[in-house]
């Protein structure tokens, strides 16, 4: 990254915050829905959701909400790591399908990825980042 950084617009950092939130949040609300249903809850794409990429995306929330606090002191580098990084948020979670909790929460889970990455390319190319 260079040195200088040029000014970020708030809403940018704000939106890739609150999608990846958003993102999370679902997630969780999958893992909780498919716990309750025994064919669900017994596939090895359920216990790989519930196990290793629900508590790293907590982890990874955790980060982006603390960086956008660090944004809003004028820390602008801490956030645009991880808008970074998140841009490669679908490669980041292949092996895991999104259909461990059915279809149609398959389908608002891809969308809210899409987001991520989408938010995550905006914030990138705002800050010059290639």
């Given at each position: ?112 990825e899409t987001a991520v990455v989408m938010a995550a390319f905006q914030l990138c190319a705002a800050a010059g980042i290639p």
């Open positions: 990254m260079a040195e200088a950084l040029p000014d970020i617009p708030q809403t940018l950092v704000e939106r890739f915050a609150k999608t990846f939130a958003a993102f999370v949040d679902a997630v969780r609300d999958a893992v909780t829905k498919a716990a309750s249903n025994p064919e669900l809850n017994a596939t090895q794409a359920f216990h790989a959701w519930q196990m290793k990429a629900l508590p790293l995306l907590q982890q990874q929330n955790a980060s982006v909400q603390a960086a956008l606090g660090h944004f809003q002191a004028g820390d602008v580098r801490s956030i645009l790591m991880l808008a970074e990084d998140k841009r490669g948020l679908a490669k980041d979670l292949d092996g895991f399908p999104l259909t461990f909790a059915g279809p149609d929460v398959a389908e608002n889970l891809d969308k809210l």
